[in-house]
């Protein structure tokens, strides 16, 4: 074999080395990549669980209160972001995506519901109120809170199926009032 001859193949097994460790750190880069999703995924199903055998006793999704329906939907669009990838480095996402019992015990305190709060509102009034002046009412009393008035409609809708409201209706307004039982 010539020096020339083992110069090239050298530089052939030179430049085939480069060109393999290129293709594995872009495969891991992809990888990692996809372990970060699969961890945000992971979390997201978790929270479904918890969710899910919380309302194990509830026949449909409709009757689940309105507030977590939403919080629901707010996590899925802030766990998913434009184009799959995210700006935090992957060490944030993975610590960011551990367990959903520690995810939990590092958020804030849990607010109460919406339709406890509207509860509330109705019982501080004796005749009917109509949802839009109960909306405005929760917005001032709890500006945290911006629930949309559809939002507000479906959970007095909600609280009159399970008995805890009255509908009264007058004309096209409808208006609400707390049931109150009488004493036995």
């Not at 949802?131 to 609280?159: F, G, I, W």
């Amino acid at each position: 074999m010539t020096s020339r001859s083992a110069a090239a193949l050298r530089s052939r097994y030179v430049a085939q080395a480069e060109s393999d460790l290129e293709e594995n750190r872009r495969r891991q880069q992809e990888l990692a990549e996809r372990l970060a999703v699969l961890k945000q995924e992971e979390a997201l199903l978790g929270e479904i669980l918890s969710l899910a055998e919380r309302y194990e006793g509830f026949a449909d999704a409709s009757r689940l209160p309105e507030q977590l329906q939403d919080e629901v939907v707010v996590r899925k669009a802030k766990q998913a972001p434009a184009g799959g990838t995210s700006r935090r480095s992957a060490p944030a996402r993975a610590a960011s995506a551990g367990t959903p019992a520690k995810a939990g015990a590092k958020r804030k305190p849990r607010q109460p519901l919406l339709g406890d709060l509207l509860l509330d509102l109705l019982g501080g009034h004796d005749e009917p109120r109509p949802a839009k002046e109960l909306r405005d009412e929760l917005m001032t009393k709890h500006p945290d809170r911006s629930p949309t008035p559809q939002v507000v409609r479906n959970t007095l809708e909600s609280l009159v199926a399970k008995g805890n409201l009255q509908r009264h209706k007058q004309q096209r307004s409808v208006m609400y009032t707390v049931i109150t039982s009488a004493p036995r």
